[in-house]
């Protein structure tokens, strides 16, 4: 912590629980946050790992980009090789590409919440891995809720990895499923696995919508100012997910831009990727994914983040769950329409724009896909073919566009002499999590953090709850 000027500056390195590479440096003043930086200290060189490989091992190792959605990028890499080969699937391979992410995502929001987010807001015995925490940490609940909080916190554990079992019955093991290729699914579903996943899934199912989504609303009432804070540029990206149509036109949680107040469709060719502010050659700056390049510049002056700025029409964008679900705009659950009394997610208005509101989008989500879940099991034919062979093409280029739980994926796969010439990922952190851009314009996150209540600069709670809410 530095003083400087009648501002204060906070270092929090790691902002990060348990995983994640993310360090936060605030500027507060008054009580309040002026200023932020966010700096992504890890490299990952994927793109130049990629180059020169057979265009089939992308499923494989572009899963280690990330250890909590390793299912999202397998989808995004086949599917871009999908696009690249011309293949179409078949309504079976969709399916249970479908239920593969789909137990993904069920687990990925539960560990978002209870183990990265969720002491934030409850308090622990004092054992690890509930300590260490701030001293004055702003608990604001009474001991029954509280207990309520730490057994859901236990049992989410065993929760997980019921989810986990689920991705492996159809992608084979988890994490870096092996079940997800070019062309579909390699598992074809027996009536045994599908009784299975359908077995563990009722586990799931009971605890998203009898704990989970109750847990958020009741957290509502003593954390009611945490619906206020936290807002952003209130710009919004999703390139949707869970294709219901083969030909991936129709999808359960809908692609869509929101900026200033106005819904557009996407458009790939409007995404630019900055590096001004990034450890990487400023003669890649500002470069579609289909030209992209990464090149790191490790001591680059001025720069404090491995973290590129990808901005859509020049704007910074948010990502996630808050984004699809503003795009889909589904009816909110029982709970949520009995505790909020509106009917559908954009009736919540600006305080979906807040560090409350993200968890409330994030937990409808969830129980938004585990109907869906239960849907693909009715539909999911035992037996049926779930792959479409295809030859590797000597030439060609695809994009995959679909969703991680923590928000938009793009891979984009350039192919020469049959083997990867050019290899692009925008990840789902780095729509949130980076640093300004060319024009000096913050990234989401950072400008979230503006205005962000500091009440005690040696315990800056709201800070980490702000962070954790997109993206922990």
């Not at 599908?194 to 009432?221: H, Q, S, T, W």
Request: aromatic letters at 8%; hydrophobic letters at 40%.
């Amino acid at each position: 912590m530095t003083k400087k000027a009648g501002k204060v500056k906070i270092h929090i390195d790691p902002v990060t629980r348990i995983e994640g590479h993310l360090k936060a440096e605030v500027e507060v003043k008054d009580g309040v946050v002026v200023d932020a930086r966010l700096s992504g200290g890890m490299y990952r060189g994927f793109e130049q790992i990629l180059r020169g490989r057979d265009p089939r091992d992308a499923t494989q190792i572009t899963q280690r980009i990330c250890g909590v959605c390793p299912t999202a990028h397998a989808t995004a890499s086949a599917m871009a090789l999908d696009d690249a080969f011309g293949v179409k699937l078949t309504e079976n391979g969709r399916i249970a590409r479908n239920l593969i992410l789909g137990a993904n995502f069920l687990q990925s929001h539960i560990l978002h919440f209870y183990h990265l987010a969720a002491l934030d807001y409850v308090n622990g015995p004092d054992t690890a891995p509930f300590i260490p925490r701030y001293g004055n940490n702003d608990v604001r609940l009474d001991p029954k809720t509280n207990k309520v909080g730490v057994d859901q916190y236990l049992e989410a554990l065993e929760i997980r990895k019921i989810c986990h079992e689920m991705v492996a019955l159809l992608g084979g093991k988890m994490p870096h499923v092996q079940g997800i290729v070019a062309g579909g699914a390699t598992e074809i579903p027996t009536r045994e696995a599908l009784n299975a996943y359908a077995e563990r899934f009722k586990k799931v199912k009971d605890f998203v919508f009898n704990k989970y989504v109750p847990l958020i609303y009741l957290l509502a009432g003593p954390y009611g100012d945490l619906l206020k804070t936290g807002v952003g540029h209130k710009n919004l990206v999703s390139f949707g997910v869970f294709p219901l149509d083969a030909g991936g036109k129709n999808t359960l949680l809908k692609p869509g831009i929101y900026i200033d107040g106005k819904d557009y469709d996407v458009d790939p060719a409007k995404i630019k990727e900055y590096v001004k502010y990034s450890w990487f050659k400023d003669s890649t700056t500002g470069l579609n994914p289909t030209k992209g390049q990464t090149m790191p510049d490790p001591n680059k002056a001025g720069a404090y983040s491995f973290i590129k700025a990808p901005r859509y029409n020049n704007k910074p964008v948010e990502a996630g769950p808050l984004a699809r679900m503003w795009a889909t705009n589904p009816e909110l659950s029982k709970a949520g329409q009995a505790a909020l009394g509106v009917k559908k997610l954009r009736d919540i208005g600006d305080a979906c724009f807040s560090i409350l509101g993200r968890h409330v989008a994030r937990a409808e989500e969830t129980a938004l896909v585990a109907m869906a879940v239960e849907e693909w099991l009715t539909q999911a034919e035992p037996g049926k073919e779930t792959f479409v062979p295809a030859p590797i093409p000597e030439k060609a280029e695809g994009m995959g566009l679909t969703e991680a739980p923590r928000g938009a994926l793009l891979h984009y796969v350039d192919i020469k002499d049959s083997v990867i010439s050019n290899y692009q990922i925008t990840s789902a952190t780095i729509w949130n999590a980076n640093p300004r851009d060319d024009m000096g314009v913050r990234g989401p996150i950072e400008e979230s953090l503006i205005g962000v209540p500091v009440p005690d600069i040696d315990n800056p709670v709201n800070v980490g709850r702000l962070i954790r809410a997109y993206d922990p």
